[in-house]
């Protein structure tokens, strides 16, 4: 108490103070009570053993022992020794938790006052904010701030029920996966990627109608949606692809002007089997194979795909061990010279093709592994076993043939293997390390790899550069024309199977075929017909001015030993 406070004021503060709604006690320094209202003796009798209320410290001791030391230690008038510091004190038989809030500062020399208060109240409304806040992130996506994987389960697990009960109640859900996501994070860094993924979900609440679906972030850049009260299949089909366009339409993220297509899988309630995690899993099938047909497509599910998925997956496994256990070989078909006279149905090179001696399957081809180990991340340890086994075969034919060895082998590259950040570096080691010259190894690219893809057109640059030669393989098959061969930096083209097979039969194959070598010509590349499989395929071709040819009729692909032998010379006969 101040000297120049008068007493009698001094005591009506008191009076005042007794009768607040808050605790009030006036103590020594050591806590002994010399002054203590109703309020304060109510919140703090809990605390007391025996019943009695004479020291303030030794009622909180056990859960605030610090502060009589603090007390004993305060030096000037007005110290504070505590504010609003929180006291829980065990709750006794069950009953609800109790939280005081005690402030004590230094009154004079001699004495304390602490302010007390009963917060349990507002303790309890803190505490089921931040119950509510960890439930809310709990069920929402940080990043776009879209409910996530766990709260779309509810409404699905609602849609199963209500069909189950046989409600009539229509309902799909479509499971959503960026195509080539991982690029744009790998070349323009994960924040791009991040601001691609929001701008997808705030397009995606756009575009469907509030209150009829519920879209979610299931997985990196996975988005999946439930469509409800839907009039028919054909309603989720249109939902679907309209979703599909308006998430794939081009946009701006950071000052970069980004175009990722989105691949989707619909599965329709009357399909629908199982619990939540099978029926987002079937979706999810569904849209895997969109993006096995090349994506930014939706493909609506139906069961056969899940037996496929299956397969695949066995195949997966399968392709794994036979990397490992060298169960993979590589088989070379001729490439015949169609126009030197002198050199007719010369071996001017060779394709190299992979096969699969599978235990159980027997020999599998490549049309049903390489996609699989295109998905899986295995073709590049694929793709990289070919190329090795084929520079090496090359130079060994180099060495024991002489002049009858083939001139080149081509070898097929999956963009993956293109994209692998040392594939040029790894190619001229081989190189190096086979004393191959480079032009005696040919790659081949299709046009989807190459076409309208910067970063593999700087690296098939760099490896013409080296002195490689590029082909593009299966020409006519992509969606290019004749008009942009030019785009593609290669100094071969191989008309696809598809032309040849056709050549004599339909004028209208016989045209392109010509129109392209004619295009190839004037840009200086020179031309392989694919699949040349009759005598009078052969003639038309070369007529029509192919370069050189590879087909049945001349070999099948055959084993390095086996291709040897067919380039012998056969004995004339006498
Ligand atoms: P491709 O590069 O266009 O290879 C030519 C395919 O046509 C080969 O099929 C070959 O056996 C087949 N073929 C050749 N002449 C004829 C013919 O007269 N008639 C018919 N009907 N077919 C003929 P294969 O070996 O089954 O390979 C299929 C595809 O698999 C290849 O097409 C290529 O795209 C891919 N592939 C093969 N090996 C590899 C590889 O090591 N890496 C990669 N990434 N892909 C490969
Ligand atoms: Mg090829
Ligand atoms: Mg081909």
Not at 348 to 359: D, F, K, S
Not at 397 to 421: F, H, I, K, Y
Not at 435 to 447: I, S
Not at 485 to 504: A, G, N, Y
């Amino acid at each position: 108490m101040s000297a120049d406070v008068p007493q009698a004021a001094y005591e009506s503060l008191m009076q005042f103070l007794y009768r607040a709604p808050i605790g009030l006690v006036q103590t020594s320094l050591v806590g002994s009570i010399e002054m203590i209202n109703p309020t304060s003796a109510q919140l703090l009798m809990p605390l007391s053993r025996d019943g009695s209320l004479d020291n303030l410290f030794d009622l909180i001791d056990s859960l605030a022992p610090q502060l009589r030391g603090q007390a004993l230690a305060s030096q000037r008038e007005g110290d504070v020794i505590c504010d609003a510091l929180r006291l829980t004190p065990p709750a006794a038989g069950g009953a609800a938790a109790q939280t005081l809030s005690i402030s004590i500062a230094r009154l004079d020399g001699g004495r304390l006052m602490a302010v007390l208060d009963d917060i349990s109240l507002q303790v309890r409304q803190e505490q089921h904010l931040i119950e509510r806040r960890l439930r809310d992130a709990a069920l929402t996506d940080a990043m776009t701030r879209l409910p996530n994987r766990v709260a779309l389960s509810g409404p699905i697990g609602d849609a199963l029920l209500r069909r189950a009960g046989g409600s009539g109640h229509q309902f799909a859900v479509l499971y959503l996966n960026c195509d080539r996501f991982r690029r744009v994070n790998d070349l323009l860094g994960t924040a791009v990627g991040d601001g691609l993924l929001s701008v997808m979900a705030a397009r995606l609440q756009g575009v469907l109608r509030a209150g009829e679906s519920m879209a979610a972030r299931v997985g990196g850049d996975e988005f999946a949606v439930l469509l409800g009260d839907l009039a028919s299949s054909d309603d989720a089909l249109a939902i679907g692809r309209r979703v599909i366009d308006t998430l794939g339409q081009p946009c701006q993220v950071s000052g970069h002007a980004l175009t990722c297509s989105v691949s989707g899988g619909l599965l329709l309630g009357d399909l629908a089997e199982g619990d939540v995690d099978a029926v987002l899993h079937d979706a999810s099938i569904a849209m895997v194979e969109a993006k096995r047909l090349g994506g930014a497509r939706l493909v609506a599910f139906e069961p056969a795909l899940r037996e496929r998925a299956v397969q695949r997956g066995r195949t997966e496994a399968d392709l794994r061990l036979a990397l490992a256990e060298g169960q993979l070989f590589v088989v070379y078909q001729p490439i015949i010279a169609l126009r030197e006279p002198e050199l007719e149905r010369r071996c001017v090179g060779v394709e190299a093709l992979v096969r699969w001696r599978h235990p159980q399957r027997g020999i599998v081809p490549p049309i049903e592994f390489i996609g699989v180990a295109e998905e899986c991340g295995l073709i590049c340890a694929l793709g990289d076993h070919v190329l090795a086994t084929a520079v090496r075969q090359q130079q060994c034919w180099r060495d024991e043939l002489g002049p009858l060895a083939p001139g080149w082998t081509a070898v097929n590259l999956s963009r993956a293997q293109l994209q692998q950040p040392d594939f040029v570096a790894s190619v001229q080691a081989l190189l190096a390390a086979s004393g191959l010259p480079p032009q005696c190894l040919q790659l081949e690219v299709t046009e989807s790899m190459a076409a309208q893809d910067a970063s593999v057109q700087a690296v098939l640059q760099q490896l013409k550069a080296l002195g490689v030669v590029l082909a593009l393989d299966d020409f006519g098959t992509g969606y290019s024309s004749l008009a942009s061969l030019h785009q593609f930096p290669v100094d071969v083209v191989k008309i696809d199977r598809s032309f040849t097979s056709q050549v004599d039969t339909s004028q209208h194959h016989r045209v392109l075929v010509q129109a392209t070598v004619m295009v190839a010509a004037s840009l200086g590349m020179s031309t392989v017909v694919e699949g040349v499989e009759t005598e009078a395929q052969a003639a038309l071709v070369r007529q029509l001015g192919c370069d050189k040819g590879q087909g049945y009729l001349y070999s099948r692909p055959l084993e390095a030993q086996a291709l040897s032998a067919w380039l012998q010379p056969v004995a004339s006969p006498a």
